[in-house]
């Protein structure tokens, strides 16, 4: 079984700060990783993947994300947040080779930007 | 907009009813997922279908079904409404079954009473 950990129910950062919203998982074999963001009334878009490669992948609107096979972790960052950034963000992990694409996510973050 | 519709937005019916969700994919997707969101189980992947056939269960009810349609829509019934079935149901699309995003749409919120 494939599951997801998004330890922080809120992260609050001031705008103009760095943001890094976590997320650990635990899937056998290599995993494909996916952030999402979802704003208030509105379905999810999805902001980046990990399939292979380069441990660090970046995404859209300015987001980035790191891949830690040893620490299975893939926390999501931002060098510099904007208050558009607030929302909740969503880890999930899909298994290869397992002949579907389904998604496990995690709990979610809320992400508060301050002005 | 990530070009998969889903209707109704919203939808409120009473306990013990029927409701059919509709879900058009992106165009050229094959793959279709339905998830439920709700504010104890979180987003819980229900079922998939690829190009007409289905192809992954999740935590989906036996009160729940789900089909692919020929034109590549899908519809997912829910019956026999409990009030616990109150959640937002989204629909997801993707070009192949693995190894790509899926794009969700704005999704159907039901209320049960």
């Known amino acids: 079984a494939q599951s997801v950990a998004q330890p922080e129910d809120q992260v609050n950062v001031a705008e103009g700060n760095p943001l890094t919203v976590k997320c650990t998982y635990s899937v056998s074999g290599n995993p494909y990783l996916f952030w999402y963001v979802q704003y208030p009334n509105r379905g999810l878009q999805f902001l980046l993947k990990y399939i292979t490669g380069d441990n660090l992948v970046k995404g859209s609107y300015g987001f980035e994300a790191e891949f830690n096979k040893s620490q299975t972790s893939f926390h999501l960052k931002k060098p510099s947040a904007l208050v558009s950034d607030s929302a909740l963000y969503f880890c999930a992990v899909s298994r290869p080779g397992a002949g579907s694409y389904q998604l496990t996510f995690g709990k979610g973050t809320k992400l508060s930007v301050i002005p | 907009d990530s070009g998969v519709t889903q209707t109704p937005k919203h939808l409120i019916t009473a306990t013990g009813q029927r409701v059919t969700l509709r879900c058009s994919p992106r165009?050229?997707?094959?793959?279709v997922y339905w998830y439920q969101q709700s504010l104890d189980q979180g987003l819980q992947f229900l079922i998939q279908?690829?190009?007409?056939?289905?192809?992954a269960k999740g935590n989906i009810l036996e009160r729940f079904s789900a089909q692919q349609f020929p034109d590549l829509h899908s519809e997912l019934n829910l019956s026999s409404l409990e009030l616990g079935d109150s959640a937002l149901y989204f629909c997801a699309s993707s070009v192949q079954v693995q190894n790509t995003e899926a794009f969700f749409g704005q999704g159907t919120r039901l209320t049960v009473v």
């Open positions: 165009s050229g997707d094959l793959s």
């Open positions: 279908y690829y190009n007409g056939e289905e192809r």
